[in-house]
């Protein structure tokens, strides 16, 4: 069983900054890439950051420049550093994590229970 849990939403302030955090547990031999997806209300779920075990990143347009996403591979944790938050940004934010129980495991994704972040004034 792998768990993955969040924390760091909330509400801000247009051009305000959040950072939040998903740590990874469980039956874990390997990770591959962490990341955050977002969805808004009656939209699909689009990635908004990922970066491999390597450091190599990619981030959607809407976000480059504001949004940094980092991992700690000896934690097991991805974070997101969210800055010059717009209304836009608003949605329910979730961690995905690429996992393989195993080294006989196929890699598996996992997701986070979601977070709220709302951009308001």
């Known amino acids: 069983q792998v768990q993955l849990v969040e924390s760091g939403g909330g509400l801000v302030h247009p051009g305000g900054s959040l950072r939040l955090s998903c740590a990874a547990s469980?039956?874990?031999?390997?990770?591959?890439?962490m990341g955050w997806y977002r969805q808004a209300p009656g939209k699909q779920r689009d990635l908004v950051a990922r970066i491999t075990p390597n450091g190599s990143t990619n981030y959607a347009d809407s976000v480059k420049g504001r949004f940094t996403v980092s991992r700690d591979n000896a934690k097991n944790t991805v974070d997101l550093q969210m800055n010059s938050l717009k209304p836009e940004d608003t949605a329910v934010y979730y961690c995905?994590?690429?996992?393989?129980?195993?080294?006989?495991?196929?890699?598996?994704?996992?997701w986070g229970q979601g977070t709220q972040v709302t951009v308001s004034s």
């Open positions: 469980g039956s874990i031999s390997s990770i591959y890439t």
């Open positions: 995905n994590v690429l996992i393989r129980a195993s080294m006989y495991s196929p890699f598996v994704d996992y």
